[in-house]
């Protein structure tokens, strides 16, 4: 349900510009909108005043808080091509500061509503930008001036200090989520060892790399896969569902659609490790932190986020992009009943203590703090 700005209280600290995940259709598992609902929701718990201004995208899907207000009004356009859309967007948001009264915008996420559009509305008030990717790097510091630029990662900020961004302006705020109090090991008692991989089936998530290291791995190694492939992307995955059979792996192998952000959730701690073969470089990886948070050791591309993330042997494995046979080689490690206990317990710990959220809300705070 939307909120009429009518309907608003006066902000003291902080207007939420946040683009969330009916921003993107519902099998894009990326789990980017549910991290800007947390992190708004997080702030407002801390005492700030936050209302999200968002796109009405399926927005019969309504919001899944009850604690922050949400004005659905911006255009969303998948296509980056409609200049109308981008210039009524820019209307929106100045209505919108013309009758709310902030000190600071935070704009999460522009895909779809037209960057220059949404910058230049607001280029008289502080604010600041939250990026988990480096899609702005391209429109150069001059196009961003006077944005904080907050990355989630090193990799991200090394894109946007490489295109000539001052370094004073672009801050590392590494993203922290929710871990369960308590971790405890899998309930399974015999010797399977349980793959997961979680994702869009597009060929740059690698999932083909992830089959054929499985292929040289024992029987008792099996592989589920959640997600489903974009348009464009439907022959790859009906090939590496061919792959499969042409290579005797049907009963090893399990792909189970797209599923909902509850039921992935469920799943973590009925499985061993969490694949992660991506070819691109990731700018992070939501889902290697949702893993970890639950005690999932995670083998990954040592490139980008994920080699931020993990720590090498002891949370999981990174390897070389590409390598199906250095991925098998870290997954048969896990054949150890100790050392793959011994690694779930070490990735909770180590999410819940580097990438907490009450970490990440306490920098946030301070970094937008600095800037009114």
């Known amino acids: 349900m939307g909120t009429s700005i009518d ?28 991290f800007c609902q947390q992190t708004a929701d997080g702030l407002r718990k801390r005492g700030h005043d936050v209302v999200v201004l968002t796109s009405t995208h399926e927005s019969g899907r309504g919001s899944i808080s009850q604690i922050t207000p949400v004005l659905r009004e911006l255009q ?22 013309s009758r709310v009264s902030v000190d600071v915008v935070l704009i999460w996420n522009t895909f779809g509503l037209g ?13 600041a930008a939250y990026l988990m990717l480096h899609d702005l790097a391209h429109h150069g510091p001059g ?3 006077n ?19 001052p370094a004073h302006s672009v801050r590392l705020v590494y993203p ?16 399977t060892v349980r793959l997961l991989f979680c994702g869009r089936i597009v060929e740059y998530k690698g999932l083909h790399i992830a089959l054929q290291a499985l292929e ?27 792959w499969v059979h042409d290579h005797g792996l049907d009963r090893r192998v399990e792909f189970r659609g797209w599923a909902d952000r509850a039921h992935i959730l469920q799943q973590y701690p009925l499985h061993d490790v969490l694949v992660f073969p991506s070819l691109w470089e990731e700018p992070f990886g939501l889902s290697i932190l949702e893993a970890l948070a639950h005690g999932l050791p995670v083998v990954a591309s040592r490139s ?11 949370s999981g494995f990174l390897f070389s992009p590409g390598n199906p046979t250095e991925m098998a080689s870290r997954l048969r490690i896990f054949g150890d009943p100790a050392r793959k206990k011994n690694m779930g317990e070490h990735a909770w710990h180590d999410v819940s203590t580097r990438f907490a959220q009450s970490r990440f809300l306490k920098e946030l705070e301070q970094e937008l703090a600095a800037i009114v």
Not at 176 to 191: L, R, Y
Not at 216 to 241: C, K, M, N, W
């Open 76 to 97: 969303f356009d998948p296509t980056l091509s409609s200049v109308q859309a981008a210039e009524e967007n820019s209307r929106i948001i100045k209505r919108v500061l």
């Open 304 to 314: 980008g986020g994920p080699a931020e993330i993990i720590s090498d042997g002891k």
């Open 7 to 34: 309907h608003l209280h006066s902000i003291e600290a902080l207007l939420r510009i946040l683009f969330v995940s009916n921003l993107y259709p519902p099998h894009h598992m990326g789990g980017y909108g549910l």
């Open 147 to 165: 944005v904080r630029l907050l990355t989630a990662s090193q990799i991200v900020r090394f894109h946007f200090l490489a295109r000539g961004f």
């Open 176 to 191: 922290g989520i929710a871990t369960p109090t308590s971790w405890s090991p899998s309930p399974h008692n015999d010797d």
């Open 216 to 242: 040289s791995l024992p029987d008792h190694f099996r592989l589920t896969v959640y997600g489903r492939a974009d348009a464009d992307s439907q022959d790859y995955e009906r090939a590496l569902e061919v």
């Open 115 to 127: 960057h220059a559009a949404v910058f230049s509305s607001i280029v008289d008030r502080p604010r």
């Open 143 to 145: 196009n961003l001036v």
